[in-house]
C-alpha cells in the first residue's frame, strides 16, 4: 500500500513536470506574448517595453524563465496576474468556488438523472423508455451547448422572465434564495449533455451486469425485484462509473468553459477564455497546472474508489 | 439410501403438460412439448439428455427464471403444493423461490456476485423471508456453511468469492439454496464444472442433505455416472420431449429407447479399460434444433432400428409397451426387444 502511494505520487510529479514544460513553452510560442497588452496602450514606446520587460523578467533566454518560474512555483508562488497583480493563486482560489457550485451542482443531478436513465432503459431494453432516452441522449449530444444556452436564456429569461439571464448572484441582494435562481438555468444547462454521457456508459455497464449468472442466483434464492436490482445489478454496474468519475474530475476547468461563458458565470472556465484573451500568462500557467494536478488527483481517487468498490482488484 | 416414496403420497412437484416456446422475430419455436411428470419428497429425479434437449430449460421454467412473456410463452400447470406456479404474480413467486424450489447451477465461478462477501449473500436469502434478528441470521449462515461441509466457517463467511475455489463456491451455492430449506431443489449440472474428486464430494453432500431433510431433487445431467450415483428414478429427454421414463435400475440396466441405449454405450466402462475391443459408442448425427425436427420420430435419422415408412411417419407417444412404470417414446420397441437385444451391449 504504502509502495503504490509512492509510486503514484511520483508519477504524478512527473507527469505535472513534463505538463509544465510543455505547456510553458507552448504558450510562449503563441504570437503576442506577455507585452502585448502593454504595446496597445496610448503612448508605449519601444523602450517604455524593453523596461517593462526587463522588471518582468521576460528578457531573459526561456529556459531560465522557466525555472525561476518553477522554483517560485513549488515553494507556492504561482506569479500574479497580470491584470490586477493579484497572485494566481488567490484569483484561481476566487473562481473555483463559482465552479464547484456550478459543476457540483449539475454533477448531482446529471449522476443522478443518467444512472436512473440509464438503468431503467437497460432494464427495459427496446422498450418505448428506452428508444426515447437513447433518441433523447443523441439530441442532447448533438446540440452545441451555447445554442442550448442562448435558447434557454431566450425563453426563460427574455420571454417569460422567470429566471435570471445571467451572472451568479444579483448585486445588492446575494440570499441564499438568489443564488439558488441562478443556478438553475446554468447548472441544468451544464447537465443536459452530462446526463446524455452519464446514461449511456451507465446503460452499457448495466447490461454487461444483467445477464450475470449471480443476478440469476440473485433471483433463485428469491430477492425482491428491488434488491436484485440494487443490490446485483446496480452495484456492480457502478464500478466502471467510479473511473469515468474520476476522468471527469479535471472537466472541472475545461467543462463548463462554454455554460460559464454563456450565463456570465464567474467561474474558472471563463477565467481561462479571459486570461487567454489578456495574454494572462502567470494565470493561464496556474489554470494548465491546476488542471493536470486535478487529473493526476481524479485517476487516483478513482483507482482507489475502483480498489474499494471491487474485491477482485488490489492496489499495487 | 432415501426409498423411493410410494405413490400414494401427494408429490411435491406436479408437472403437467408443460410446453415452452421461444419467440423470435414474429416465429415462435417450441423447446419443450408438453412434459409431464412427478417428484416425491425424498426422490431423486435425474433428467437426463445431450445439450438443446430442453433439460435446462425445462428447470428454469420450474423456478419462473426463463425471459418475460415477449420471449417466451410457457404453458401447462407446475404445481407445488396445490398452486400451479405459472400462474402466480412475479411478486408472488418472490415468496416460493427459496422456501419453495430452490436451484443450484452449473457454473460454480460465476454464480456468486464477486463484489459481496460470500456470508452476506446466504444471509439475504433469508433475511427477505424469515423475520430474524442479525445475530439468528449469522448462526444460521454458520450453520449452513458448516452443513455444506466448508471449513473454518467463521472466517470464511466473510470472504469473498474470489478468493475461495470452484469446489467451495459451489458449496457457497449450494448453503443459499438449503437456507430456506426448500420441498424441491434442482440442481441444473451442478458437478459438471468440477474436478471428479470434488464432483464426487458435492454428490455425496447433496445426497446426505437429502437424507436428513426429505427434500425432493430434480437433478439434471447429461452425465449417466452421475445419474448411477444420485437418482432414483431416470428421465431420459430428446428434442423436448421425455422419450423414456424408469426406476435407475431398470433404465441403467434394461434401456429400452434406442436414444438411451445409444447414450449408455457411449459412457466409458471399467471392464472395457486395456481391452480396446473396440470403439467407444457414438450415436451418429446432431440434436436436431428445435423449430427443425424431423417428420415422425424426432430420434429416427439417428436411430440404428429406424424404419422407413414407420419412424417417419408419426410421433410415438410415451407409453408403457408392457412395462407400466417404465415408459418409452418408440414405434418398433417390440422388434427391438425381439431381434437386437443380443447385439447391445450393455
Known amino acids: 500500500m504504502l509502495r503504490f502511494l509512492l509510486n503514484r505520487v511520483l508519477q504524478g510529479a512527473v507527469l505535472i513536470l513534463i505538463v509544465s514544460m510543455i505547456g510553458f513553452f507552448v504558450i510562449n510560442l503563441a504570437p503576442g506574448g506577455p507585452l502585448s497588452q502593454y504595446a496597445m496602450t496610448p503612448g508605449m514606446s519601444q523602450a517604455d517595453l524593453d523596461r517593462i520587460a526587463a522588471q518582468m523578467g521576460l528578457d531573459r533566454p526561456l529556459p531560465v524563465q522557466y525555472l525561476d518560474w518553477l522554483g517560485n512555483m513549488l515553494i507556492g508562488d504561482w506569479g500574479n496576474s497580470y491584470r490586477d497583480q493579484s497572485p494566481v493563486l488567490d484569483v484561481v482560489w476566487r473562481h473555483m468556488w463559482a465552479t464547484l457550485l456550478l459543476m457540483g451542482t449539475s454533477t448531482v443531478i446529471s449522476v443522478a438523472l443518467g444512472t436512473l436513465v440509464g438503468v431503467l432503459g437497460a432494464l427495459k431494453r427496446y422498450s418505448i423508455f428506452d428508444y426515447m432516452a437513447t433518441v433523447g441522449a443523441m439530441i442532447a449530444l448533438s446540440i452545441p451547448t451555447f445554442w442550448f444556452g442562448l435558447v434557454a436564456i431566450f425563453i426563460f429569461a427574455l420571454e417569460l422572465g422567470w429566471l435570471p439571464a445571467g451572472s451568479m448572484y444579483t448585486v445588492g441582494d446575494q440570499s441564499l434564495g438568489d443564488y439558488l435562481i441562478h443556478l438553475i438555468m446554468p447548472s441544468i444547462v451544464l447537465a443536459l449533455v452530462n446526463v446524455a454521457i452519464w446514461s449511456r456508459y451507465m446503460r452499457a455497464a448495466t447490461l454487461d451486469v444483467i445477464d450475470q449468472d449471480y443476478v440469476r442466483t440473485a433471483k433463485a434464492k428469491g430477492l425482491p425485484h428491488l434488491r436484485v436490482v440494487s443490490a446485483h445489478i446496480v452495484r456492480n454496474a457502478l464500478i466502471p462509473m467510479i473511473t469515468l468519475a474520476g476522468l471527469q474530475l479535471p472537466t472541472i476547468i475545461g467543462g463548463a468553459l462554454v455554460t460559464e461563458t454563456v450565463f456570465t458565470w464567474p467561474g474558472l472556465g471563463r477565467l481561462f477564455i479571459d486570461s487567454l484573451g489578456y495574454n494572462d500568462y502567470p494565470v493561464i500557467m496556474g489554470l494548465l497546472m491546476f488542471s493536470a494536478i486535478l487529473t493526476v488527483i481524479g485517476n487516483f481517487l478513482a483507482d482507489v474508489g475502483v480498489a474499494l468498490a471491487d474485491p477482485r482488484i488490489r492496489l499495487g | ?346
Open chain 2, 1 to 346: 439410501m432415501t426409498t423411493p416414496s410410494s405413490s400414494t403420497t401427494d408429490p411435491v412437484l406436479s408437472v403437467r403438460d408443460l410446453t415452452i416456446r421461444f419467440k423470435a422475430r414474429g416465429r415462435e419455436t417450441p423447446v419443450v412439448h408438453g412434459i409431464d411428470f412427478d417428484i416425491h419428497g425424498g426422490e431423486t429425479l435425474a433428467l437426463v439428455g445431450e445439450s438443446g434437449s430442453g433439460k435446462s430449460v425445462t428447470s428454469f421454467a420450474l423456478m419462473r427464471l426463463l425471459p418475460d412473456a415477449r420471449h417466451c410463452t410457457i404453458e401447462g400447470q407446475v404445481n407445488i403444493g396445490g398452486v400451479n406456479l405459472l400462474e402466480l404474480t412475479e411478486r408472488k413467486m418472490t415468496s416460493v423461490r427459496g422456501p419453495k424450489i430452490a436451484m443450484i447451477f452449473q457454473e460454480p465461478l460465476t454464480s456468486l456476485n464477486p463484489v459481496h462477501r460470500v456470508g452476506d449473500q446466504i444471509a439475504e436469502a433469508i433475511r427477505y423471508h424469515r423475520k430474524m434478528t442479525r445475530a439468528q441470521i449469522r448462526d444460521r449462515v454458520l450453520e449452513l456453511l458448516t452443513l455444506v461441509g466448508i471449513p473454518d466457517p467463521e472466517r470464511r463467511m466473510s470472504a469473498y468469492p474470489g478468493a475461495m475455489s470452484g469446489g467451495m463456491r459451489q458449496r457457497v451455492v449450494i448453503a443459499m439454496a438449503l437456507a430456506l430449506e426448500p420441498d424441491l431443489l434442482i440442481a441444473d449440472e451442478p458437478t459438471t464444472a468440477l474436478d471428479v474428486t470434488v464432483q464426487a464430494q458435492i454428490l455425496e453432500l447433496l445426497r446426505d442433505i437429502q437424507n436428513r431433510t426429505g427434500m425432493a431433487m430434480l437433478f439434471i445431467t447429461h452425465d449417466f455416472g452421475v445419474v448411477a450415483e444420485i437418482a432414483d428414478r431416470v428421465m431420459v429427454m430428446y428434442s423436448g420431449r421425455i422419450v423414456e421414463e424408469g426406476r435407475l435400475e431398470d433404465v441403467l440396466t434394461q434401456p429400452r429407447m434406442p436414444y438411451t441405449q445409444g447414450l449408455l454405450s457411449s459412457v466409458p466402462r471399467l471392464e472395457d479399460a486395456g481391452l480396446r475391443t473396440g470403439a467407444l459408442g457414438t450415436i451418429e448425427g446432431f440434436v436436431p434444433t428445435a423449430g427443425n425436427l424431423p417428420d415422425g420420430c424426432s430420434f429416427h435419422p439417428r436411430c440404428p432400428h429406424a424404419r422407413p415408412g414407420v419412424c417417419d411417419t408419426a410421433m410415438p407417444a410415451l407409453e408403457p409397451h408392457g412395462r407400466p412404470d417404465h415408459p418409452v417414446r418408440c414405434l418398433r420397441i417390440e422388434d427391438i426387444a425381439a431381434s437386437d437385444m443380443e447385439d447391445l451391449s450393455v
